[in-house]
C-alpha cells in the first residue's frame, strides 16, 4: 500500500473565486523523495497543505497510510498531523525561545495535557533533540534565542523541528527560497541526508529545476493547478522544463 | 500643478481647524486676554504662595505617597491578568466563535471609554469612600486599556508563526502557552510598564472624588487654601511619577532588548545533563515570579483594602444599579450638549497645545536643537508639567484664575502640551541624522532645516500623535468637569449631589457612546496617516 494516496483533488477558493486545483492525483509510496516544481500560483502550497489539511480540500480523496484524512476532525485530525512533519518556507520560529525550546516543539503534539503545557519534556526528547542539533550543526548555539540566528541556521532549526515529531511523512514548501545559494544546499543536502538515515518519505515544492534533479528521486510537474509531468529526473527534459514554466 | 493643489489642501486643512478654534472659542465663551494672562499670573501666584513648601507633616505625606504607589501597584498587577484573559478571549487565533470576541469586545469597549475619576466617582457614590472603590476604578479602566492593547498587539503575532505547533498536531493550549505567549512578552511588558505609568498617576487623583489616598488630602489642603502643604505633596507626586517613568525605561531596557545578541552559551563539546532552558535562564524566571509576588502581597497589605465594609454595601449595589438604567430622555439632549461643550473644551486644548509642541520640541530635539542648555531645559520644564495630572493643576488654577471655562482650557493645554513636545521630540529625534548633516552641509540655517528637511519628514507622525491625543484631552475635558471646570463632568457632579440617579446613568451611558465615537473617529484618521 501506498504511504499517500491523493485522489481527483479540487481546491476552490471563495476570496477571489477561483478553482486552484482541478482534479490532481498523484500516489507516492514510501522511501520516495518527491520534488514538485511549477511556477508561481501552479498551485503548489495549496497541494501540499492539504495533505496536512491546513487547508481544507473541496472534493476529492486523500489517503494516509490508508487512513482518509478529508474527514478528521479534532483529537484525530491532531494525531494525523504528529505523523507529518513541515518544514516551511519563513521558517516561522518562536523568536523569543531558544534553539533547544524550538526543535522541542515538535513534541508538543505527541505529549499529554500537563506535560505540553508545563513543557516538561523526557530525558528521550532532551536527547533525541540535541542529537539533530549536532547532525545540522548547531548544538553549540542550543541555549540561544531563536532571533539571532541567521536565515540558513533558522532553517536547519526547522528542519530539527520538523524531524522531533518521529514522522512519516515530511513535507517541505519551498525550504530553500529565502535563502542564499551555499545556504540553501546546506539546507537542501541535510534534509536529504536526514529523510534517507530515517527512511522518510519528502514531499517537497522548489521552485529550481537544477536542484529539484540534483535531489529528487522523482520529479512532479505542476501547472495551472493540473500535473503535466511526472518521472524521475533524468527523464525531466529542457523542453519540458520550458513547458512547466511558460504562462 | 501638483505643488499648487498640495499647497491649496493644507491651507484649506489650516483654515477648518481654524476655524473649527474659532467656533469653539465663540461657544465656550472663552476670553483670550485671561487666556493669554492666565500663564503669567498662574506662574506669579504659585511663586508666591506654594513656596516655601512645608515639611511639617511629611511623614503623613509620605505615607500617603506610599500608599498611592501600592494602589497602583495592584491594580496594575490584576488589570494585567484580566486583560490577559480578554485579549486571547479576542483574539482569532484562539477564540473561533465570533460571537464570543464582539461580546467581549463590546464590554472592553465600555469599560475603557469611561473616565478613570467617573467610574471612582460613580463607584464612590455607590459604595461609599474608601481604598476598595479607588482600587476597583483603577482595575476597571486599565482593563479597558489594556485588553485593547493586548489583542491588538496579540492579532499582529502573525498567524504563520503559530502553524507550526498547529501542523504537527500540538492543541491548543500548548500554541498558547509555547507560541503565542513567548513571542508576546515584549509588547505585554511595554503595555502594562505603560499602563503603570498611567495608574500612579491616576491612583494619586482618585481621592478627589472620594477614593482616598493623596488625592483626598491635595485636594482638602488646596480647599483650605494651605498651598504650601498642598505643594509638598505635589513636589512628591512629580517625584514619584519622575522615578516612575525612570524605573519603566531601565526596565524596558534592561528586559526588552535582552538576547538580541548573539552569543553562544555553550562549548562545543558540551557535556552534562540537558535541559529545554539553560538553569540560569530557570533561575531567573523563577526569581523574577518569586519577586514580582512578593511585591503584589506587599503593596496588598500595604494598602489595607476595606474588604469587610465594601461587602457589606455589595447589597446596595443592584438597587443603585436598577435606578442608574432607569434612564431619563429628557437630559439626553441638555447632555449631548454638555458633552459638546466638553468637546470644544478638549479640541481647543489640543490645538493650542499641539502648536505650542510643535514650537518646543524643534527647540528642544537633540539632533537640531539650536541651544543645547536652552533644549534641557524645556526637556525638564515637560516633565514636570507631564507629572502634575492634570486634576492638580486644575485645583492649583482654580486658586489662581477662579473656575470656568478659562482655567479647564488652561489645563487641557498645559497637558496637551506636555503630552504631544515628549512625542513630537521622540519623532524629530528618530529622523535619520543624514537629513540634516547634508543640509547643514549646504549651509542652511534652522530655520531651514525644519522647514525643508525635517517638517516633510515629521508632518505625518505628527498628525498621528495629535489624533491619537485627541481622544484623551477629551476624556480628560470631561474629568476637569467632575471638580467643576464645565462640560458633562459638572453636569454629573450635579446630578450626583442632588442624587439625581437616572440623570447619573443617562450622562455616563452618553460618555460612552460618544467616547467610543470619538475613538472610532481618530482611528480612522490616524489609519490615513500612519
Ligand atoms: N487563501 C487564498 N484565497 C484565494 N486564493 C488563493 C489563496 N491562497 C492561494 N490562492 C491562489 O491560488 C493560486 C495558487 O496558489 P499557491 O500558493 O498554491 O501557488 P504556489 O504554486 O505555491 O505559488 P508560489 O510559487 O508563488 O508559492 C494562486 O493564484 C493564489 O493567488
Ligand atoms: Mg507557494
Known sequence: ?247 | MYDKQARIKLWGNVLSVALIVAACFFYLRLDPLRLLTAAPSFISYIAVNFFPPSTANINVYASAALHTVAVAVVGTFISSALSLIFALLMSEAVMPYRAVRLAVRLFITFLRNIPVIIWASLLAFIFGVGSMVGLIALVLAATGFLSRSYAESLSEIAARKLEPMKASGAGTFAIIRHGLLPEFTPAWMNWTLFSFEVAVRASAVLGMVGAGGMGTMIRAQLELRRFNEAATMVFMLIIIVLVTELTAGWVRKRYLYEGTRNKKTLPPNHTGKLRAAPLHARAVRVLTVLLAAVIFFACLFYIDLDVARFVNRLSNAPRVLRMLVDLNPAMVLPGLRQFLTSFAMGAVGLVFGGVLAFVLSFLAADNIAPWKSFAVLIKAFVSVVRAVPSLVFILMIVAAIGLGHNAGVVVLILSSMGYLTKAFIATIEEQHAGIITAMRATGAGWGQIVVHGLLPAVAAGFLAWVALRLETSVAESVTLGVVGAGGIGTMLLRARTGFDYSTMGTLILIIVVCMACLEWGAGKVRKRFC
Open chain 1, 1 to 247: 500500500m501506498a504511504l499517500l494516496e491523493i485522489r481527483g483533488l479540487v481546491k476552490h477558493y471563495t476570496h477571489p473565486d477561483t478553482e486552484v486545483l482541478h482534479g490532481v492525483d498523484l500516489t507516492v509510496e514510501e522511501g520516495e523523495f518527491v520534488v514538485i516544481i511549477g511556477p508561481s500560483g501552479s498551485g503548489k502550497t495549496t497541494l501540499i497543505r492539504c495533505i496536512n489539511r491546513l487547508i481544507n480540500a473541496t472534493a476529492g480523496e486523500i489517503l494516509f497510510d490508508g487512513q482518509p484524512v478529508n474527514s478528521l476532525r479534532g483529537a484525530k485530525l491532531r494525531k494525523l498531523r504528529t505523523q507529518i512533519g513541515m518544514i516551511f518556507q519563513d521558517y516561522n520560529l518562536i523568536y523569543r525561545s531558544n534553539v533547544m525550546a524550538n526543535v522541542l516543539h515538535g513534541r508538543l503534539g505527541q505529549m499529554g495535557f500537563l506535560r505540553s503545557a508545563l513543557g516538561l519534556y523526557s530525558r528521550e526528547e532532551l536527547e533525541a533533540a540535541h542529537d539533530l542539533l549536532v547532525t545540522v550543526g548547531l548544538e553549540e548555539f542550543m541555549h540561544v534565542k531563536a532571533q539571532t540566528l541567521s536565515g540558513g541556521q533558522m532553517q536547519r532549526v526547522g528542519i530539527c523541528r520538523a524531524m522531533m515529531q518521529n514522522p512519516k511523512l515530511l513535507l517541505a514548501d519551498e525550504p530553500i527560497s529565502s535563502l542564499d545559494p551555499a545556504s540553501a544546499k546546506v539546507v537542501l543536502d541535510q534534509i536529504k541526508s536526514l529523510t534517507e538515515a530515517r527512511g522518510l518519505t519528502g514531499i517537497i515544492n522548489l521552485h529550481q529545476v537544477e536542484f529539484a534533479k540534483a535531489y529528487a528521486s522523482r520529479i512532479v510537474g505542476l501547472r495551472l493547478g493540473e500535473i503535466v509531468f511526472d518521472g524521475k529526473p533524468e527523464e525531466l527534459t529542457d523542453e519540458m522544463a520550458d513547458y512547466i514554466y511558460v504562462r
